[in-house]
């Protein structure tokens, strides 16, 4: 149908958009050292994975959102603490 031919396409461009708009900061902190000098794109798909799902999940599970919106802080966390370099 028409209307599941705009979801879809819809969907890609979310997806991609905020694949790349991470990607792109991945690899800006990278190259000024501040985050491992791995893969930028496979960075931001690690990061923006489990994002793009707790957003699907909160729109089906308005009722979860406090314990969504921990979820996310808490990933978000884990994986600037493992992806960013101390100095």
Do not use: C, G, W
């Not at 958009?17 to 491992?36: A, G, P, S, T």
């Amino acid at each position: 149908s028409n209307d599941s031919n705009i979801r879809a396409a819809y969907s890609e461009k979310f997806f991609d958009f905020v694949i790349n708009y991470h990607k792109r900061l991945f690899d800006k902190l990278i190259k000024e050292q501040l985050m491992i000098a791995e893969d930028s794109l496979s960075l931001a798909m690690l990061y923006d994975s489990p994002l793009l799902v707790i957003i699907d999940e909160l729109d089906r599970h308005p009722e979860r959102e406090e314990e969504l919106l921990e979820r996310l802080k808490a990933h978000s966390q884990l994986f600037f603490k493992l992806a960013t370099i101390k100095r």
